[in-house]
């Protein structure tokens, strides 16, 4: 198994820059591959009429709605403010893209033996990732707006924690959870 080291987040694409990819209504009826997800996930921030309607956001819990969701693609629309923090994750089989239609987000890439690795992805980029990639979201700005897209559909993630030791576990979560950073979970636990 080959592991893409990079970090996803610095090797973001203009929006407009993408193309070629399905939209909604023409999916192959198959699992996408990254850059099949990273133009789909463009395509739809570039329109608004797919998810303008949804809009909302809160700081006590991230605003998210289902686009699509089919045996082969999932799609989320994501609100943001400053205070929304994912909490360290993956994806766990599932290969993502994120674009970022409003605002702008910061990506974290967890760094073993010193501070996370931030980038910030403003408004109109793209980027994706393999199911192997572990990182944690943050709103930017109030008012962002995401786009991301999973395939084969998410079912589980790992969620992560780090204790002030560096100790890292992981509790395996639904896709219908909302991440949220997580307190250390004592040996022997699951759940959160």
Known sequence: MTVDLAVPAREAVPVAAVSGGPGLGALPGRDLD???????AASLAADPAWWEGDLAFSDEHRH?????????????????????DTGWHDHDISSGAVAVARGALVEHNLAVAGDSVRTRVEAGRVFCFGPEHIHRLTGAVHGSVSVHAYSPPLWRMGQYAVSPSGVLRRVSVSYADELRPLDDVPAGQGGR
């Open 34 to 40: 990254r850059e099949e997800l990273r133009a789909l």
């Open 64 to 84: 998210y709605v289902s686009l699509h969701r089919d045996a082969h693609v999932d799609v989320w629309l994501v609100c943001w403010t400053p205070r929304n």
